[in-house]
């Protein structure tokens, strides 16, 4: 909890110190909504473990040439998906049928203009924080490019494809039935991805278990 809080306020800060946009700015000098907060701690941090790339109280014009702010926009080498965390009250219970098109009228139009949404409901944070997780790895994935590097060799090559498959940490011990390879062979792949910054070491230490992509 410790580590995510350290990460949460330095990602923040970064975000206000880097904005030039005095309405973005004062708006994260308030201070992110419960919900986001508990998105980014429940759900998104402990399925990927950085904060990378994620841009809160993210600014859009609207269809009448105003302002919206998306709760959260992933945008990594100019993608853009946008998180929508959806309160129980506000989003469903008090909604009223002009609130209600309006919603739907801004995110079609979004959508239009390039933007992937994964709107994601509060109750589901607090009750199924491990199918949110799933989630934001699958989200994720929508953005990761189908190609990998040509310097990889084929059992690399096919150990990141395997990895983007299954969007959850891998074991040495099924990735080398996947390959066809030995223990040995398979160990020495994924150092060599972790070394090249691909994979990182997603549990075990003295040795490792489970191997993850890097977002």
Known sequence: MVRFEQHYEEWLRENIDNENNPRRRELLSKGLGHGTVEFLRSAWFPAVGNLKHLFPEWEVRDFSNGYRYLDLAYMPAGAKGGIEIQGYGPHARDLDVRRFKDLCRRHCLLSLD????????????????????????????????????SSLSWLEAETVRFARRLLRPITPLELASHLRVSDRQTRRILHELVNLHILDIASGQQRARTYKLRF
Do not use: N, R
Not at 122 to 129: G, K, T
């Open 114 to 149: 390039g933007w992937t949404f994964l709107p994601i409901a509060y109750p589901s944070i607090v009750d199924e924080p491990k199918q949110c997780q799933q989630l934001v790895l699958s989200f994720i994935g929508k953005f990761i490019a189908t190609d990998v590097p």
